[in-house]
C-alpha cells in the first residue's frame, strides 16, 4: 500500500508540471488519493496516461438536431417518392438500423425495385443495408463518404435519445417511430459485436460522490422502455472498492461502436451485396427528382437545412480530443470536474477519447481551445488521483480481451 501511495505521490507531482503547462488554466480540482483497501477488493484499473504529448488528434462534428425529433416520412416529389430520413441528433449511431427498417416499410407501397439513398452517414449506410435486405437495388449518392461523414465524428454509444427531441415536441406517432427504431437497433448492434464491426460491450464507470447517480445522458420519462436503457445492470461501488478519486463509482454494460472500423465495415457489406456509390452534391430538390430511381431516401442530417430548407434543424457541436490508445485500459469511465470540464475517458483502437462536449447552435468546425483544455485538465486532474493496480495483481478485465495473455497480468507499466 506504502509503495502504491508513493507512486500515487509521484504521480501528482508530474501531473501538476503538467497543469502548468496549459497555459492560463489552473487545475480547479485539487487531486486526492481514493480511498486504500486491500488489493483484493479493488478493482485493479490501468491508469490511462492523459498528458499533453500524448494528444493525437481533437475532432468536431455537428450534431443534426431538431426539437421536434428526427423526420421519418415520405412525401411526394414530383413523380417519385421521396422519404425523409434524418434530424438524429446525437442519437444517429444508435438509432440506424431502426430507421432503415421504417424507411424500408414506407418504400415497399411503391412496387419500386430501385432506390436512391442520398448520404453516407450511418442512417444512410444503415437504410440502404436495410433496403438491400428486402431486395432493392440500391445507389448511394453522397457529397462526403467514411471517414469524411459526422458520423466518423461520433463519440458513439448506444445513446438513443441524447439530443435527440424537446419533450413536449413528442407526440404519440413520434414515440412508436422512436421505441420501433430504438429496439431494432438495439438487437442489430448486438449482433454485430467482434473485431470485424467494431462494435463491443464495455464495463463503463461513473465516479461520483453521490452513489444515487444515474449514469448516461439523454432523456429519463417514459420515452425509452425499460428494457432499452443503458445501465438496467447499474452496480454501486462504495469506497474502497475501485480506484477513482470519488467515494463511489456506478458499474454499467455499455454498448459502444468504433465507428472508423464499423463504417468501413458497413460500406464493405454495402458494395459486396451489389451497392452503387456515386460521389455527388445535390443543390435543390430538383436535382433529386431528376434521378432515375423512383424511390429517394433522404439521410443527408444537417445538409437537409439548405436542400429542403428545414430551419428547424440546428448543429449541436461536439468535440472529441484523442491521446495514444493504451490496449490494458479497457474501461470507460466519466466525472464531472470543478472546473466544469467533462473528465470522460473512452478507450478506442483509435485512441482513447477524452471529453465530449455538446454546443447548441454553433456551425464552425474550428477545434473550441477552452473547451479542450478544461476537457484535458479535468481529465488529467481524475487520472492523477487515481489508485494504480497493485503490482503483480490481474487487471479486472471490461472488455473481452484484445491483449494477449501475457499482457493481462498487470506489469507495472509507467504511469
Ligand atoms: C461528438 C459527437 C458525439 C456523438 N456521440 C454519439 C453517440 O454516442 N451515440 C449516437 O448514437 N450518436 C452520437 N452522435 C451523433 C451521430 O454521430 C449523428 O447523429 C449521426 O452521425 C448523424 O448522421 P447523419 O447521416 O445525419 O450525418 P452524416 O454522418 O454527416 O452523414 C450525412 C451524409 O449526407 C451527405 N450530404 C449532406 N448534404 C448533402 C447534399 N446536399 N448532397 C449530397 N450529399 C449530402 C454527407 O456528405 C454525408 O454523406 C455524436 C455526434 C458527435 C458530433
Keep these: 500500500v506504502a509503495a502504491v501511495q508513493r507512486r500515487s505521490v509521484v504521480k501528482l507531482g508530474t501531473t501538476a508540471l503538467l497543469g502548468t503547462a496549459l497555459a492560463g488554466c489552473r487545475p480547479a480540482l485539487a487531486p486526492r488519493l481514493a480511498p486504500t483497501a486491500p488489493a483484493g477488493r479493488r478493482l485493479q484499473l ?9 494528444v493525437i488528434r481533437t475532432t468536431v462534428g455537428l450534431r443534426p438536431h431538431r426539437d421536434g425529433g428526427f423526420v421519418l416520412r415520405a412525401e411526394k416529389l414530383d413523380a417519385k417518392v421521396l422519404v425523409h430520413n434524418y434530424g438524429h441528433g446525437g ?18 407501397p411503391t412496387g419500386a425495385t430501385q432506390v436512391a439513398v442520398i448520404g453516407c452517414g450511418a442512417p444512410g449506410l444503415c437504410t440502404a443495408r436495410q ?29 438513443p435519445t441524447t439530443a435527440l427531441i424537446a419533450p413536449e415536441r413528442r407526440t404519440p406517432a413520434w414515440d412508436q ?30 465516479a461520483t460522490d453521490d452513489p444515487t447517480a444515474r449514469p448516461g445522458g439523454g432523456q ?23 480506484p477513482f478519486p470519488t467515494s ?4 454499467t454494460s455499455n454498448l459502444a461502436i468504433e465507428p472508423s472500423i464499423y463504417l468501413d465495415a458497413v460500406v464493405d457489406d454495402f458494395l459486396a451485396a451489389g451497392g452503387r456509390i456515386v460521389i455527388r452534391r445535390f443543390e435543390s430538390r430538383r ?8 424511390v429517394v431516401v433522404n439521410c443527408t442530417g444537417l445538409g437537409s437545412f439548405s436542400l429542403f430548407d428545414d430551419m428547424e434543424l440546428v448543429p449541436i457541436k461536439g468535440q472529441l480530443t484523442f491521446i495514444v490508445p493504451q490496449r490494458e485500459v479497457d474501461y470507460r469511465v466519466s466525472s464531472r470536474a470543478a472546473n466544469g470540464g467533462n473528465a470522460g475517458l473512452n478507450p478506442r483502437s483509435d485512441g482513447i477519447v477524452v471529453g465530449n462536449s455538446q454546443e447548441p447552435g454553433v456551425w464552425s468546425l474550428d477545434v473550441n481551445e477552452e473547451i479542450l483544455k478544461r476537457n484535458l485538465e479535468a481529465a488529467m486532474t481524475f487520472v492523477a488521483g487515481m489508485q ?8 479486472t478485465r471490461s472488455r473481452p480481451p484484445s491483449v494477449p495473455p501475457a499482457l493481462e497480468t498487470f506489469l507495472d507499466v509507467d504511469q
Design 46 to 54: 490501468a491508469v490511462p496516461r492523459v498528458r499533453l504529448d500524448r
Design 91 to 108: 442519437a444517429g449511431m444508435s438509432l440506424a438500423w431502426g430507421c432503415g427498417v421504417l424507411v424500408a416499410d414506407l418504400s415497399q
Design 131 to 159: 433496403l438491400q435486405r428486402r431486395g432493392y437495388a440500391v445507389t448511394i449518392y453522397a457529397a462526403t463518404v467514411p471517414p469524411d461523414t459526422t458520423s466518423n465524428r461520433s463519440w458513439a454509444g448506444y445513446t
Design 177 to 206: 417511430q422512436f421505441r420501433t427504431a430504438a429496439e431494432i437497433s438495439y438487437r442489430q448492434l448486438q449482433t454485430m459485436v467482434g473485431p470485424r464491426y467494431g462494435v463491443y460491450w464495455i464495463d463503463a464507470y461513473a
Design 220 to 242: 429519463d420519462g417514459d420515452l425509452v422502455p425499460e428494457h432499452l436503457r443503458p445501465g438496467r445492470d447499474r452496480q454501486v461501488l462504495g469506497p474502497g472498492e475501485h
Design 248 to 251: 463511489h463509482a456506478v458499474r
Design 287 to 294: 436535382e433529386l427528382a431528376a434521378l432515375a430511381e423512383p
Design 388 to 395: 494504480p493496480p497493485a503490482p503483480a495483481q490481474r487487471l
